[in-house]
């Protein structure tokens, strides 16, 4: 069914009601065996049945869905402690294919149903994931529609660190695994659109390289700014004045 060579996961049966003891949904994944994918190597592909469901352990993926022209569009990329495949029910929506090594695991879709039909404890969990999956949703929409380029590079940056852990305080680096190829197609900008925003901060000194695939936010404020987010933005004339100049036309 996968068009992708996958790894054989052996199903290790347990008694129900043994998950769900302190590790919400990820102890539904706890006894299943580990598989690797290497960059660019597909965990499954739109169109596939979604017979199973995945939870990260190491490494970043992206899932993705091909239009009628051609394009990629990237709606989202996934990190450590993700659940993979919640949402789907027939079949996939879209493509999850590794950023970088990735390590996951998997469960059947009769055995995470069954699991969580037997839980009270797990049943809110999936709720509430299915909620963030929503909301995550309704930011893009509004990423995508309403904000302008500049806004959606700023944005972009400040929730994977948000998503990585990291505290923008210009001190922690912020891991970039993906390229600026994957940057574009997720912010649905051109990837020269992104290269020049992103040099532009650099120049302004609002974000630092540090190293070939990570930043620092040097001007946590002044990014927050630029991303729409900054409460006093609107009547700060200096931090105004930067904002235009720092927007980049489509």
């Known amino acids: 069914m996968y068009s992708e060579p996958m790894m054989a996961l052996a199903r290790q049966d347990h008694t ?14 706890r006894r299943q065996a580990d598989e690797r ?14 017979a199973h469901l995945f939870q990260i352990i190491e490494g970043v993926l992206r899932v993705y869905k091909i239009i ?3 394009r990629r569009v990237i709606t989202g990329f996934l990190y450590p402690g993700d659940l993979v495949g919640l949402s789907q029910r027939r079949c996939y929506l879209y493509t999850a294919e590794a950023v970088t090594r990735v390590k996951l695991r998997r469960v059947s879709r009769s055995r995470f149903d069954e699991e969580v039909n037997g839980s009270p404890t797990l049943r809110p969990e999936l709720f509430a994931r299915l909620s963030d ?7 893009q929409m509004v990423l995508l529609a309403r904000k302008s380029a500049e806004e959606r590079v700023a944005s972009f940056l400040l929730t994977i660190a948000r998503r990585a852990s990291a505290h923008p305080n210009g001190q922690s680096p912020i891991e970039l695994p993906m390229t600026r190829l994957d940057m574009a197609d997720y912010l649905g900008l051109t990837i020269e659109t992104v290269s020049r925003i992103m040099t532009r901060l650099t120049s302004r000194g609002v974000i630092s390289a540090s190293g070939r695939h990570a930043i620092v936010v040097r001007q946590p404020l002044k990014l927050e700014i630029l991303a729409g987010q900054g409460d006093d933005s609107a009547h700060d004339p200096i931090a105004v004045a930067y904002s235009r100049q720092a927007v980049w036309p489509n």
């Open 16 to 29: 129900p009601g043994e998950v769900g003891s302190g590790d919400g949904l990820a102890s539904v994944f």
């Open 37 to 50: 994918f290497e960059p660019g190597a597909a965990v499954f592909w739109e169109g596939d049945a979604a």
């Open 68 to 70: 009628g022209d051609g």
């Open 133 to 139: 999956e929503m909301e995550a949703a309704q930011d």
